[in-house]
């Protein structure tokens, strides 16, 4: 019995939030590289843009539950996502008409272009705490669990209870969908061909009739639709707070480049790698210990090696040892 209560244990504060937290990540890497493969630059705005797109998925969803609306046991969010996604969507599009496209016709250098993302940034986070207010929103509704913790209690007789949140199996679920889509109109349609010929070799790609404004717009709508999912799926399994996804840009980025950067699959695999990295090594590992160990060796510490404070130290200190041993990253993307 103590075997099993120290696996769930396990399950519920180290494998299920560390897969929820992994897909939040690999779906924001997503974006990450999808910009850096086909438009040559870090994009630094990209952790606003999850914040403007759950902005406006928020506020929608307030609107849609002071109708009356709901969608049941599932998140009310979930029906406001393609108002956020076109929104967000709508404002990268006049971003990059107004701002990106003056450099790439100007053919600056990456460099540049990254330099002036730091601005659209800084521009964003103002627009997003002007219009909604630098406090935390929780706008989760519907069921709370998915398997209540109470009842599996009751069902099990074990002394620890597994608790999963619906808005973790939301956010698993979803992540699933959208990479097979990605993966999906990248391979199979013929923008998402263009694209790859475009990421792979630019000049020919032009020689071969692509047009390469409809691959940037295209290539500019789906990291928007991802951004905006990856930040609605981690407002609603954590809390939204602008400030938050400012913060995210170092484990997505870390992800994005331990998988290798302008490489789709990597962006997954980083994902997964810094969340479950940052969980275990900030988990506090003391229950299960001693649900494992005999009486006389029960610990009284938290048995944590690094405090949850310290997370994102984790992910830098695996970012920089993927450069400097690994710059391609696992699955040898681009370098930078």
């Known amino acids: 019995m103590d075997a099993l209560n120290a696996l769930v244990a396990f399950l519920n504060f180290v494998f299920i939030p560390g897969a929820a937290y992994g897909a939040q990540l690999a779906l924001g890497a997503l974006g990450i590289t999808l910009v850096y493969g086909i438009l040559r630059f870090s994009n630094f705005a990209h952790g606003d843009t999850m914040a403007f797109g759950a902005m406006v998925t928020i506020l929608m969803t307030w609107w849609f539950q002071g109708m009356g609306i709901s969608f049941g046991p599932l998140p009310t969010a979930l029906l406001a996502l393609p108002f956020g996604i076109a929104a967000t969507a709508g404002f990268v599009l006049a971003t990059d008409r107004v701002v990106y496209r003056f450099y790439r016709r100007q053919k600056a250098s990456s460099t540049i272009v990254v330099i002036v993302s730091l601005g659209v940034m800084f521009v964003m986070n103002g627009i997003i705490r002007f219009v909604i207010g630098v406090d935390e929103q929780n706008f989760s509704d519907g069921a709370r669990f998915l398997v209540n913790p109470q009842e599996f209690k009751t069902f099990t007789g074990l002394a620890e209870p597994l608790a999963i949140k619906t808005t973790q199996a939301v956010t698993l679920v979803t992540a699933v969908i959208v990479v097979a889509f990605l993966f999906w109109f990248l391979q199979k349609t013929r923008t998402g061909k263009s694209m790859r010929a475009f990421s792979d070799n630019e000049d020919l790609a032009l020689l071969s009739g692509i047009n390469p404004d409809r691959v940037v717009a295209v290539t500019w709508i789906l990291a928007a639709g991802i951004a905006t999912i990856a930040g609605v799926l981690y407002g609603l399994d954590k809390s939204f707070k602008p400030f938050?996804?400012?913060?995210?840009?170092?484990?997505?980025?870390?992800?994005?480049?331990?998988?290798?950067?302008?490489?789709?699959?990597?962006?997954?695999?980083?994902?997964?790698?810094?969340?479950?990295?940052?969980?275990?090594?900030?988990?506090?590992?003391?229950?299960?210990?001693?649900?494992?160990?005999?009486?006389?060796?029960?610990?009284?510490?938290?048995?944590?090696?690094?405090?949850?404070?310290?997370?994102?130290?984790?992910?830098?200190?695996?970012?920089?040892?993927?450069?400097?041993?690994?710059?391609?990253?696992?699955f040898k993307g681009k370098s930078l």
Do not use: C, H, R
């Open 244 to 330: 938050t996804y400012f913060q995210l840009l170092l484990p997505m980025f870390a992800a994005a480049i331990v998988g290798g950067l302008g490489n789709p699959l990597g962006a997954i695999a980083g994902g997964f790698v810094i969340a479950f990295s940052e969980v275990m090594v900030t988990n506090a590992w003391k229950k299960v210990a001693n649900y494992l160990l005999p009486d006389n060796l029960q610990v009284d510490g938290l048995v944590q090696l690094l405090s949850t404070d310290y997370k994102f130290a984790v992910s830098f200190t695996i970012l920089i040892i993927v450069l400097l041993f690994m710059p391609t990253g696992l």
